[in-house]
C-alpha cells in the first residue's frame, strides 16, 4: 500500500497528481480535499515559498497521513475497556510514525481545516483527534466503500469531537434509567435467592442506551420497533424498557401454574412482550419484543423476518416506521453461524428491513471462555465489515458516551438504511448464571469485577460533581425505588396462577388455539372451473411484447395444452393455488434456495426475459386489486432464511408463507427452527403460526443426502396438535392443503413432503375438477377393487404409492387395496377407521414405505392402529437413509415391492394371483384349498 493510499483513490499516487485534478475540477474531489487545498492555495497567495515553506508544505502531507491514521485505526488505543487494561497494538500512532517531530507540534498546519478546526498547531490537531477517536468511543468506518458515507459519519463526529452534551434534565433522565436498571437487579437478587434471572448488571447502562434508541427513533418518525435477545438482561428489559408490570415478573418467580391458554410454558427470561409506551416527548411507540429460546442468537432471524412482514404490510414499505433491534452477547455475535447468514440477508430485496440496530453486551467471557479463547477476530463485532457497516465501541460505564453514540446510529440508520453496530463494552458481575462460580476459570478478571462500582453509582458521583444531585438525592431516589419494587412483590404475592402474554396478539385476534375436532375434515376449498380457466390464462399467456427463452415458451405451451386436455401436473396446480389465492386477497410469500424456478425445474414462478435480467412474473398480474405475491431465490441458507420466514409468517396470519428447502434433508441445517420455534412455541409461548414447509421428498435413487426429508423426526415432535404433516400423492390434493392452510379461523404450521419424480409422472395428474369441487383429502382409498375378495389392504404415503400402483395395474390385482395416507398428523382415525371397516374379509394389514424400518413414518403409524395388527414392509433399518449406488436403490425398491405382490408358482405362474400356491395346484385347487397371505 502506497502511503498516499489515504486519498481514497486507487489511481493516484500523490498529493501532486490530486492536486492537478482538483485544479482541473474541484467538483471531482473530496470535500474536505477541497477545502484544504483552498487553504494551501490562500497560503501560497499570502506568503512567499521558500525552501522553509517548502518543507512544511511537506509535512502538511504527514499531518494529514497521521489524521487518517487516527481515523482508521484510531478505535485500537481507546479507554473503552471498564475493568481491562486494553490489548496493545502497534503501530502505534506517535507522531515519529508519521515522520513527524516534537518540533513541529506548535507548528500551525491548514490540515486543520481537514477535520473540521481551521488552521491549528499540531498539538491542537492531535489533542482534536485523541478526543474524537480515542476516549470512550472507538469508531471504525474507514472501511466502508461509500464516499457519502464515510464524509457523513466524519462531518457528524469530528466537528463536536464525539462528546455529548446533555443538560441537567436529561442527565437526571440517564441516572433515572440507571437506577431501575441496577435498582431492579440488586431488589431480585436479595428477595428470591439463588433463582436464575440472569441478570444484567455490569451492564446496565443496556437500560439508557435502549431508551435512547425509542426517544430517537421515535423523533425521527419510526411507530414500532421489534426486538430480539437473549436471556441476559431479559427481565430488566422487559420491567423498564417495555413496562411489563413488575409484579407479572416478580410472579412468574413464585409462581407454580399456568393459566389454562399455556400447556407447558417457558422460563421466565425466554418470554415474549408487546406494549406501546409512550415516549418523553409524548409520541406512542409500539415494542415487540420476540420470545427466544436458549439458542443464543436464534430470535435474530426471526426478529427480521416479523419486521419485513410489517414494513411491507402494515407500513406499506416505509422502512422509516420500524426499526428492528437486536441485542446480542460478544462470545455469540462472534461465533453463531446464524448472525452471518442473518447479515447477509440485509440488503437483498426480499429480506432487507431498512437497517437494524445491533446493541452487543460485551460481557468479555463466554459462559466460562476468555474473549482471547473465543475468536480469532479482533473485535466481537468485525462480522458487520461483511456489510460494510459502521461499528462502534463504547465503554459502558460511560452512558452519556452510549447515549450520544446511539443517537448518531440512529441518524444513520434513518439516512442510509442499513445496519449499525454498537458494541457496549462492560462486564458480568455473577457467573453464567447466579449459582455460577466465575473465579474457578476468570480469577484475575473478577477480583476486579468485585472492586468495581456499577454504572449507577459511578454515574451518580459524577452527576455530584456536577453539582445537579446531593448525597441526600440520590438516596432518596434509590429508597423510593425500593418501596416501589417492595409494594409491587406484595402484588405478585397474592397471584394464583401466571398468565403468558400472547405475542403479537394484536394480529391474532381472529384466530383461536385449535382443538382435535378441528382436525376431523377439511373445509370447502374448491374453485369455481371458470375462475381456474381464467387464472391459468393469465399465467399461460404472458404480455406478447415480452420475449422469454424458447424452452420457458414450450413450457406455457404444454401447460396451456394441460388446461386443453384436462390434466394438470404437480406445478400447474401449484400455481393455480397461488393464483386463486391472491385473487380472493390472501397474500402468498414463497422463499428459498431456487424457488422461483424451483429446484427440479417444475414451477417457472418467474420467467426471465430473453437478452436481460429482467423477469416477468405472472401470478403478480392475476388482476389489478389482487394480494400480494412474493418468491424469492434466497441465500444458500437454511438455518436463517427458515427462521426469517418464521418470522414473517407470525405477522402475516391471513397469508400463505412457504419455506421452500433446496433438498428435504437440508431442513436439518435449520433443525432450531424447527424444534425451538415449528414445533414448540405454542406450548411455550402461546404462539400461532402458520408458516409452511415444503420439503422433497422420495426415494429415487439419488444417495443418502437426497433421498429422505427425515420424517420421522417431524412425526417424533407432534403431540398436541401442534403440526400438520402432509405427504400428498396428488396435484389436486396438494392444490387444496395449500388453500386450507388460509381458509381455517386457527393456523399451525404446515410440513408438506413434496415429491420429485412425481413432478413428471404420466399418472400424478388430476383434472380440473378435482381442484374445482373437491376439499383436502386426509386418506384417498383404492376405488379399483374387488370389495369382498380383499385379503390384503396396504397403506401407504406419498411416491411408492405410484410404484405399487404399477405392479398392480401389471398383475390386476383388485384383491389388494392400496390406501393412501395424505395427513400423516394429525393422524385422521376415523377415515382410517372407516377403512377397517370396508374391508371385511382382509387378513393382512400392512404398512409399506420407502425408507428404512427405523425412518420414515412407520415408527409413529404402528402407535396409531390400535384395533388391527399393522405389520411392516421397509428397507432394512440402517443408519444411513439411503444407498449410494442406483443399481443397488432398484433392487432395494423390488425387493420391498415384491413382498406385496409375489408371483404364483403354479399355472399362473407367470401372474399375480394373490395366493401362496403349491406348485403344480390347479386354479380350481387354489380357489378351493389355499390360503391368502
Known amino acids: 500500500m502506497n502511503k498516499f493510499s489515504f486519498i481514497g483513490n486507487s489511481e493516484i499516487n500523490s498529493i501532486e497528481e490530486l492536486y492537478k485534478q482538483y485544479q482541473s475540477d474541484p467538483s471531482t474531489v473530496d470535500e474536505q480535499w477541497q477545502k484544504f487545498f483552498e487553504g494551501f492555495e490562500f497560503a501560497q497567495k499570502n506568503f512567499p515559498v521558500n525552501s522553509q515553506n517548502g518543507e512544511l508544505f511537506d509535512t502538511e502531507f504527514k499531518v494529514i497521513n497521521l489524521i487518517e491514521g487516527y481515523r482508521k485505526r484510531g478505535h485500537l488505543f481507546t479507554k473503552t475497556n471498564p475493568v481491562r487494561t486494553r490489548r496493545k497494538y502497534s503501530p502505534t500512532l506517535s507522531i515519529e510514525n508519521y515522520d513527524l517531530k516534537k518540533s513541529d507540534l506548535n507548528t500551525v498546519f491548514q490540515a486543520g481545516k481537514y477535520i473540521g478546526i481551521g488552521p491549528a498547531t499540531l498539538k491542537d490537531i492531535i489533542d482534536h483527534l485523541e478526543t474524537t477517536y480515542c476516549q470512550s468511543v472507538g469508531a471504525e468506518y474507514m472501511f466502508i466503500r461509500n464516499p457519502e458515507i464515510i464524509s457523513w459519519l466524519q462531518n457528524k463526529m469530528e466537528p463536536v469531537k464525539n462528546i455529548p452534551t446533555f443538560s441537567d434534565d436529561e442527565r437526571k433522565h440517564i441516572y433515572q434509567h440507571l437506577k431501575q436498571a441496577v435498582g431492579f437487579e440488586n431488589f431480585i437478587h436479595k428477595k428470591f435467592v439463588g433463582q436464575k434471572r440472569f441478570s444484567l448488571e455490569g451492564a446496565e447502562s443496556l437500560i439508557p442506551a435502549l431508551d435512547a434508541v425509542i426517544e430517537k427513533g421515535a423523533e425521527l418518525g419510526i411507530e414500532e420497533f421489534i426486538i430480539g435477545m437473549s436471556h441476559r438482561g431479559r427481565l430488566n428489559v422487559l420491567a423498564n424498557i417495555l413496562e411489563k408490570p413488575i409484579e407479572d415478573i416478580f410472579a412468574e418467580f413464585l409462581g407454580e401454574e399456568y393459566d389454562e391458554d399455556i400447556s407447558l410454558g417457558d422460563v421466565k427470561y425466554h418470554l415474549g412482550y408487546g406494549n406501546t409506551v409512550t415516549t418523553d416527548k409524548g409520541k406512542k411507540v409500539r415494542l415487540n419484543l420476540a420470545p427466544n429460546p436458549s439458542h443464543l442468537e436464534t430470535v435474530g432471524p426471526v426478529v427480521q423476518g416479523i419486521a419485513k412482514a410489517k414494513i411491507w404490510g402494515k407500513y406499506n414499505h416505509d422502512y422509516n416506521k420500524l426499526a428492528p433491534i437486536i441485542i446480542h452477547g460478544d462470545a455469540a455475535i462472534a461465533s453463531q ?22 446493541l452487543v453486551i460485551n460481557n468479555q467471557v463466554g459462559f466460562t471462555t476468555n474473549y482471547l479463547d473465543a475468536r480469532s477476530s479482533t473485535y466481537c463485532t468485525d462480522i458487520g465489515k461483511v456489510i460494510k457497516a459502521p461499528i462502534f465501541h463504547v465503554n459502558g460505564d460511560d452512558p452519556e ?37 466465575p ?3 476468570q480469577p484475575l478478571l473478577y477480583k476486579a469485577i468485585s472492586k468495581h462500582a456499577n454504572p449507577r453509582d459511578i454515574y451518580g458521583d459524577f452527576l455530584l460533581e456536577k453539582g445537579i444531585y446531593s448525597k441526600e438525592d440520590l438516596k432518596k431516589l ?33 384466530y383461536h388455539h385449535p382443538e382435535t375436532e378441528d382436525f376431523e375434515s377439511s373445509p370447502e376449498t374448491g374453485v369455481d372451473k371458470k ?13 406478447k411484447d415480452l420475449k422469454f427463452f424458447k424452452k420457458a415458451e414450450k413450457l406455457l405451451n404444454d401447460r396451456n395444452e394441460m388446461i386443453k386436455q384436462d390434466k394438470l401436473d404437480w406445478g400447474m396446480a401449484e400455481l393455480l393455488a397461488y393464483g386463486t389465492l391472491v385473487a380472493e386477497n390472501r397474500p402468498v410469500r414463497l422463499s428459498g434456495q431456487d424457488s422461483e424456478r424451483g429446484t427440479f425445474s417444475h414451477r417457472h414462478s418467474a420467467l426471465t426475459i430473453e437478452d436481460s435480467d429482467q423477469k416477468f412474473i405472472p401470478l403478480k398480474h392475476i388482476s389489478e386489486d389482487q394480494a400480494p405475491f412474493h418468491v424469492f431465490n434466497s441465500p444458500l441458507s437454511e438455518y436463517g432464511i427458515l427462521g426469517f420466514e418464521y418470522g414473517y409468517a407470525m405477522a402475516v396470519p391471513e ?6 428447502a433446496q433438498f428435504g434433508d437440508f431442513n436439518n441445517v435449520a433443525q432450531v427452527i424447527i424444534d425451538q420455534y415449528i414445533s414448540s412455541a405454542e ?33 417424533a415432535l407432534c403431540a398436541n396438535n401442534n403440526m400438520q404433516i402432509v405427504n400428498a400423492t396428488t396435484p389436486a390434493n396438494f392444490f387444496h392443503v395449500l388453500r386450507r392452510q388460509v381458509y381455517r379461523d386457527f393456523t399451525v404450521p404446515l410440513i408438506v413432503f413434496t415429491p420429485k419424480s412425481l413432478l413428471r409422472h404420466p399418472k400424478c395428474v388430476s383434472p380440473l375438477d378435482e381442484l374445482a369441487k373437491n376439499k383436502f383429502q386426509e386418506v384417498i382409498d383404492d376405488d379399483n377393487v374387488d370389495i369382498e375378495e380383499v385379503r390384503r389392504v396396504v397403506f401407504c404415503s406419498g411416491k411408492i404409492y405410484y410404484d405399487l400402483l404399477a405392479k398392480k395395474e401389471e398383475f390386476d390385482a383388485k384383491d389388494i387395496a392400496l390406501v393412501r395416507i395424505e395427513q400423516l398428523y394429525p393422524w385422521p382415525q376415523k377415515q382410517v377407521d372407516q377403512i377397517i371397516e370396508k374391508y371385511p374379509n382382509t387378513k393382512r394389514w400392512i404398512w409399506i414405505q420407502e425408507e428404512p424400518e427405523n425412518m420414515g413414518a412407520w415408527t409413529f403409524v404402528k402407535e396409531q392402529f390400535k384395533h388391527v395388527n399393522i405389520q411392516v414392509v421397509a428397507r432394512q433399518a440402517s443408519g444411513s437413509p439411503a444407498v449410494g449406488l442406483h443399481k443397488l436403490h432398484v433392487l432395494q425398491q423390488n425387493e420391498i415391492l415384491g413382498k406385496i405382490f409375489r408371483k404364483c408358482t403354479c399355472e399362473l405362474k407367470n401372474k399375480y394371483c394373490g395366493l401362496q400356491c403349491v406348485e403344480g395346484s390347479s386354479r380350481l385347487e387354489i380357489n378351493k384349498q389355499h390360503t391368502y397371505l
Request: with cysteine; charged share 25%; net charge negative.
Open 531 to 543: 375462475l381456474l380457466k381464467a387464472i391459468a390464462h393469465k399465467l399461460n399467456f404472458p404480455p
Open 478 to 510: 434509590e429508597k423510593e425505588f425500593n418501596q416501589y419494587l417492595d409494594e409491587k412483590l406484595d402484588v405478585a404475592k397474592k397471584s394464583e396462577k401466571l398468565h403468558i402474554k400472547q405475542f403479537l396478539i394484536e394480529d391474532w385476534q381472529k
Open 337 to 358: 453461524g446464524v448472525v452471518y447468514e442473518t447479515i447477509q440477508m440485509s440488503q437483498l430485496k426480499g429480506y432487507r428491513t431498512g437497517g437494524t440496530i445491533h
Open 439 to 441: 473465579r474457578f476459570t
Open 655 to 660: 397469508g400463505l408463507n412457504i419455506w421452500e
Open 683 to 715: 406450548e411455550k409461548w402461546g404462539i400461532m403460526n402458520g408458516l409452511t414447509l415444503l420439503l422433497p421428498h422420495g426415494y429415487e435413487g439419488q444417495g443418502p443426502e437426497h433421498s429422505s426429508a427425515r420424517m420421522e423426526r417431524f412425526l
Open 401 to 437: 458516551a452510549l447515549i450520544y453514540t446511539i443517537q448518531l446510529a440512529m441518524e444513520y440508520r434513518y439516512t442510509f438504511h442499513t445496519d449499525v453496530f454498537i458494541d457496549i463494552l462492560c462486564y458480568r458481575k455473577f457467573g453464567h448464571n447466579e449459582g455460577d462460580e
